[in-house]
């Protein structure tokens, strides 16, 4: 079965600290994998994206990880902030396609000063 | 920068109710997305459409219906409102380019409350 799963489902941390949020997906043929912001009350907002050949890429504060080969992703964030309190989405296109995604259940930080 | 709107931010009906949410993109896109966005679960696909006038299930289009007229503009629509589909929707669009992972843009959601 085609699935994104993430974890932890929330997540608290203080202001200035670092954390690590994960994504497992099953999803076949594998093409890239997404991860998307979205604050309280806001549509999700493209942070980044992996394709199959990429290990990490860091946008700012966010670095993005890809295993392929164990199908995970994480997204780490450093040195966090209050603004970074959102939900964390990671989302997969099913069959190849752009038009049929997967997406995960979402992870929810709270970034506490 | 895209931007994709959607008519109301919150609304508030009644059960049996015939209800219009609208949703309008600024970057002549192709393709157009309805989700519904639950607690603990993912966005799940109600309808889309990749040209004006066509339109295709998604997963869960029961209790739906979608219309679009102009290429811009991608209405979903719910013939009598049912407390079940108390909800956040949100709409998306996203070119159509050849190769490459393309992203879909959301608009801000339209959180609906069915009474």
């Known amino acids: 079965k085609n699935q994104v799963e993430q974890s932890p489902q929330s997540l608290i941390i203080l202001e200035g600290k670092n954390c690590t949020l994960q994504?497992?997906?099953?999803?076949?043929?594998?093409?890239?994998l997404r991860w998307y912001k979205q604050d309280t009350g806001r549509g999700p907002v493209s942070l980044t994206i992996?394709?199959?050949?990429?290990n990490t890429k860091s946008n700012g504060r966010y670095t993005a990880t890809l295993d392929a080969d164990t199908k995970q992703s994480s997204l780490h964030i450093t040195a966090s902030q209050l603004s970074d309190s959102a939900s964390y989405i990671c989302?997969?296109?099913?069959?190849?396609?752009?038009?049929?995604?997967?997406f995960g259940a979402g992870t929810r930080l709270a970034v506490h000063p | 920068d895209v931007k994709v709107t959607q008519s109301s931010r919150y609304l508030v009906k009644r059960t049996g109710e015939k209800v219009f949410l609208e949703c309008v993109q600024d970057?002549?896109?192709?393709?157009m997305f309805w989700y519904r966005q639950d607690p603990g679960l993912g966005l799940r696909l109600i309808y889309f459409?990749?040209?004006?006038?066509?339109?295709e299930k998604g997963d869960i289009p029961e209790g739906y219906s979608v219309s679009r007229e102009k290429k811009e503009r991608f209405s979903l629509i719910l013939e009598s409102a049912s407390t079940n589909q108390t909800s956040m929707y949100l709409c998306?669009?996203?070119?159509?380019?050849?190769?490459?992972?393309?992203?879909?843009?959301f608009g801000p959601g339209t959180r609906l409350t069915v009474l």
């Open positions: 998306a669009s996203r070119p159509t380019r050849a190769g490459g992972a393309n992203e879909q843009f």
């Open positions: 459409s990749y040209d004006v006038k066509m339109k």
């Open positions: 992996m394709t199959f050949s990429e």
């Open positions: 989302v997969v296109p099913f069959s190849g396609g752009y038009n049929k995604l997967i």
């Open positions: 970057m002549d896109h192709e393709n």
């Open positions: 994504c497992n997906y099953t999803v076949s043929p594998f093409s890239n």
